[in-house]
């Protein structure tokens, strides 16, 4: 559960850098992001990242450092494949996304 | 000043990256599939595909090495030396071997090897003569044929190659941030320039540390300096000392009986409660200078050797053992080294070290069909083309087709060939490296668009023949292996069907695309226009 989590904090972190992004938010939401939008997913997208690093190397050390990369590689494809080839399933991705990070957080809180 | 920096970026990225680029491509191929050593082992070797893997395993493992010991006492009594080579996760059968005396001429004993079932205890079917998942090991750095010494030279050569092609390549990649999800698909060069940023951005921590950790694990070889400075007798005295090893009863005398191998475990397990032994080594047994060295599995911890006891065998007495704690330097080599081997990966790790060697594999392929297209796009309709555009395009036909090809010919060898035909590993090898001359002679001759779509053809029918061919030759298929969670077979089998369908998705793509080379868009008829002014 805590690689679910990890992973799952890593690909919220770059579908929030991809959401970030002019080109790739006005594909989903068919609208230009505000200034303010932008920013806090830049912001939302760079903590996501670091907590997931600091989760994958504060549980499992180097092992978990060689893992982070390996869910930064794979949260790069996945998001590269959505934006690219199924935009309009980019929400209900989101969504999923959204809810797999609560899931796993609270599943790990409580036990 | 920048605008010549970012050129002479550009030119060192192209050259650095094309001059091994095929090489490279076979390194990352056979690396991403050393990967799954133990697995291609496994499906090359029939009679280990029912060994269930043990649910007690670390709690039978006490009594598999007292069972081996009285097995080897009573068969290998006069043998130089003995070795049990526990059940571990991916390999899931027990081995006890003793060495036979050496052939005038041979450099290293050979083994004879009982093979068990470690749940019924009761003796494997012959093991077939494979090399199995070692090969493409072994390929990835001693390239076969070669002189292993020169052969890794030629890969260190090549890796820092590719190393000063990664560092360049960041330096260009101006839009790295801006562009990093983005693909475009039907744009010509424009597309293969995405697939080979994005294959290069999406695994850039991979393949910066599988790079310079591939030279790390032959620095002795590279850079022996230090040590032969320091040791009076050079590398072999600076091994002697950060290995571990028996210095004192390996001068004794005569011989001895050898002290109950309880004894032994006690004290392992003494020191490792929950020790997973992996290996159990006996020297010179029934010697008063034997040693019985107990290997154990490192788990997760970034360290390549594994962790080891050595007692003398005549005495029971601890002789040496590999440090709890490291030394920075020693920690240090040790932890890069078990990094690019990923022996310490467990199934998620691994998977995802696969994923890293194949965008490694689409990035290098892309640039070397980048290069040949853009070269492609601007040699004149008229004019011939130069005698390096063909032999680019040449190597990247029979490099990017031809060893998926020759891949599908190794497997389908070890399912086809007698299993008593005489050098049969031998066989298999040279059934892959005759595919791949096959495919570079047709390269050789014509490499267009007809023979990419005629090759991903034969890919197709090659890659789905070995799932079939297994399901015709051997008791289990692909459904069988489902059925029964044999998941490192199902898969193998799995992703052979995988390949089979992506290669025929490339053969109808090739039969539907336009010949874009002779189709010049506006903006590429301005460019030569302006060239041309």
Redesign the interface.
């Known amino acids: 559960m805590i690689?679910l989590l990890g992973f799952s904090l890593c690909l919220f972190g770059?579908n929030s850098?991809?959401l970030a992004?002019f080109?790739?938010f006005k594909d989903v939401f068919k609208k230009r992001p505000t200034e303010l939008q932008s920013k806090s997913l830049l912001f939302t997208a760079w903590i996501s990242i670091l907590l997931s690093l600091v989760l994958c190397v504060a549980t499992?050390s180097?092992?978990g450092a060689?893992?982070f990369?390996?869910?930064?590689?794979?949260s790069?494809?996945i998001?590269?494949v959505f934006?690219?080839f199924l935009v309009s399933y980019v929400k209900w991705f989101s969504v999923l996304n959204s809810v797999l990070v609560v899931l796993s957080g609270l599943f790990l809180a409580l036990n | 000043m920048k605008d010549s920096f970012f050129r002479s970026m550009t030119w060192l990225h192209t050259w650095v990256g094309l001059l091994v680029c095929w090489l490279l491509y076979l390194i990352f191929f056979a690396g991403t599939l050393s990967f799954f050593r133990d697995e291609i082992t496994l499906w090359n070797q029939p009679a280990i595909h029912n060994v269930q893997a043990q649910a007690q395993r670390i709690e039978a493992q006490k009594q598999q090495i007292i069972t081996g010991f009285d097995y080897l006492a009573n068969h290998g009594a006069n043998s130089p030396s003995w070795r049990i080579t526990l059940p571990e996760p991916r390999i899931p059968y027990l081995v006890y071997g003793y060495a036979k005396p050496k052939e005038p001429g041979q450099r290293r004993s050979q083994f004879k090897n009982t093979q068990l079932n470690p749940n019924t205890m009761q003796e494997l079917e012959p093991f077939i003569d494979t090399k199995g998942g070692n090969f493409f090991y072994r390929l990835h750095f001693d390239l076969h044929y070669m002189d292993a010494i020169t052969a890794r030279w030629v890969i260190c050569f090549a890796s820092f190659f590719m190393l000063i092609a990664i560092i360049s390549g960041v330096v260009i990649h101006k839009r790295i941030f801006?562009d990093?999800?983005?693909?475009r698909?039907n744009k010509g060069s424009r597309t293969w320039l995405d697939a080979h940023n994005?294959s290069s951005?999406?695994?850039l921590?991979?393949h910066l540390?599988i790079t310079y950790t591939g030279m790390i694990t032959l620095i002795f070889m590279l850079f022996p300096y230090p040590a032969q400075t320091a040791y009076d007798n050079g590398m072999r005295g600076f091994f002697n000392d950060v290995t571990p090893r028996n210095t004192m009863t390996d001068k004794a005398k005569g011989e001895s009986s050898m002290v109950p191998i309880q004894s032994i475990l006690d004290q392992v397990y003494t020191k490792w409660p929950h020790a997973d032994i992996t290996r159990v080594q006996v020297n010179q047994p029934n010697m008063a200078a034997s040693t019985i060295t107990v290997l154990v599995s490192a788990g997760?911890?970034?360290r390549d050797q594994a962790p080891r006891l050595i007692f003398s065998g005549a005495t029971g007495q601890m002789v040496a053992k590999t440090d709890d704690e490291l030394t920075n330097s020693k920690a240090l080599y040790e932890?890069l080294n078990s990094?690019h081997t990923g022996r310490?990966?467990t199934w998620?790790?691994r998977w995802?070290?696969v994923?890293?060697g194949i965008?490694g594999c689409v990035m290098i392929g892309s640039g070397c069909i980048m290069w040949a297209k853009r070269i492609r796009e601007r040699t004149k309709n008229n004019a011939k083309p130069s005698f390096g555009l063909k032999l680019v395009e040449g190597l990247n036909l029979a490099t990017i087709m031809g060893l998926p090809l020759a891949t599908c010919a190794f497997f389908t060898a070890n399912r086809l060939l007698n299993p008593t035909t005489a050098e049969r590993a031998d066989k298999e090898i040279l059934a892959f490296f005759f595919t791949w001359l096959a495919v570079a002679v047709i390269a050789l001759f014509k490499r267009d668009t007809l023979q990419w779509r005629v090759m991903a053809a034969i890919n197709t029918v090659a890659c789905l023949s070995v799932p079939v061919i297994n399901a015709l030759t051997t008791n289990g298929n692909i459904v069988s292996y489902l059925m029964h969670k044999q998941w490192a077979l199902f898969t193998f089998d799995a992703l052979f069907l995988l390949f089979s369908i992506l290669f025929f998705i490339q053969t109808e793509k090739l039969r539907t695309a336009k010949n874009t080379s002779k189709i010049i868009s506006p903006s590429q008829s301005n460019n030569l226009k302006r060239q041309k002014s």
């Open positions: 690689d770059f850098f991809a992004k080109n790739h499992q180097g092992y060689l893992l990369c390996g869910f930064m590689s794979l790069v494809l998001i590269m934006y690219n | 801006k990093m999800f983005s693909f698909r994005l951005v999406l695994a921590p991979f540390m997760k911890t970034l932890s990094m310490l990966a998620l790790l995802l070290y994923l890293g965008a």
